[in-house]
């Protein structure tokens, strides 16, 4: 039996004009802006969810979209990008298959605030709600774990970027042909630790990566491992070559990008991580054992308590190392503000 089409010209009109309003999509008409596809047939059409961006660089956007894409699929929604998240991922990371923000025509319904974290409520977003906002910077991996193989399929550098990593593994081997293990190591200076203020670990009562963290992360894979060979990359290259090199691991020539640096990272078995997004990219996408420095913040302040729980940044199968003498946090006075 064939179905009818009792659908009046009006009534689809209708629907189509509230969609537009309410989501704003423009047609196709470059590569930086999309429609959503099938329109009010994609599934979901009429409950596309989309999430607040900001403006963070790489890491901060890869977290924004895998907490939209982690909240969508726990939800059943269908998710559209902002154009400024779009914008940056798409250099990297082939995701024309999700639709755009026309951000002239969008309204915001019924926003969802979400904190720090996933929470239990997060899990039944209203199909009236078209928007995630609340926490504008989310980086814990809480939001999309429950989908991790999805993401780092998502993740996939292009054909050219893997290539390169590859390659440059393959003159590691040649030149240290006994390597068996690569673990990638990623050192966050930059803005953690600003020479003119400070930086985050100013601000935040935080504490710098000490070169016992090092000792001992690669003390780990040694250990655990034979013939491994350490590659660091970082913001800062020119203090891992001065510093690193007293344990074992290889500061890697400064490179096009930050895309070339994470392919690197994700093309090791395994990872050290200090801190930041970015070097948590690194170890989810590599899939191997990562190792973290931890206890860095100061403790019992709104920062540990309300935003930054390690538990809640970094999966239970990663290895925290501490290096915090005893009574360290006691007796702290912030060195920044000396």
């Not at 019924?110 to 504008?136: C, H, M, R, T, Y």
């Amino acid at each position: 039996m064939g179905i009818k089409h009792t659908c009046k010209p009006i009534l689809f009109i209708c629907m189509v004009v509230t969609i537009v309003f309410l989501f704003g999509f423009r047609p196709v008409q470059d590569n930086s802006v999309y429609s959503n596809g099938n329109g009010i047939n994609a599934p979901g059409g009429f409950y596309l969810l989309t999430i607040n961006t900001n403006e963070g660089r790489l890491g901060n956007q890869m977290f924004t979209f895998a907490t939209l894409y982690g909240l969508g699929r726990l939800n059943h929604r269908t998710i559209a990008l902002k154009p400024s998240n779009y914008k940056v991922l798409q250099k990297y990371f082939n995701i024309n298959i999700f639709p755009v923000v026309d951000e002239k025509h969008f309204v915001e319904v019924q926003p969802w605030n979400i904190g720090n974290w996933l929470k239990e409520e997060d899990s039944a977003i209203p199909v009236s709600s078209n928007i995630i906002k609340g926490n504008i910077y989310p980086t814990s991996y809480t939001f999309f774990d429950h989908v991790r193989e999805e993401i780092k399929e998502i993740f996939r550098f292009s054909d050219k970027v893997k290539s390169d990593a590859e390659k440059f593994l393959r003159h590691v081997k040649t030149a240290l042909p006994s390597t068996e293990v690569y673990v990638g190591v990623h050192v966050r200076r930059g803005d953690y630790l600003s020479h003119t203020d400070g930086g985050w670990l100013r601000a935040f009562d935080g504490r710098e990566v000490d070169f016992e963290f090092f000792r001992r992360a690669v003390g780990y894979y040694r250990n655990k491992y034979n013939n491994v060979t350490f590659l660091a990359v970082s913001d800062d290259r020119e203090w891992c070559r001065r510093n690193l090199a007293q344990f074992g691991i290889l500061t890697t020539p400064d490179s096009p990008g930050p895309a070339e640096d994470l392919a690197l990272m994700a093309e090791c078995n395994h990872t050290i991580m200090t801190y930041g997004t970015y070097g948590f990219w690194g170890g989810y996408l590599a899939g191997g054992e990562v190792v973290y420095f931890t206890d860095f913040l100061k403790p019992n302040t709104s920062m540990t308590r309300e935003y930054f729980r390690y538990e809640k940044m970094y999966p239970p199968d990663w290895l925290p190392i501490s290096t915090t003498p005893p009574g360290f946090w006691e007796n702290y006075t912030n060195p920044f503000l000396t």
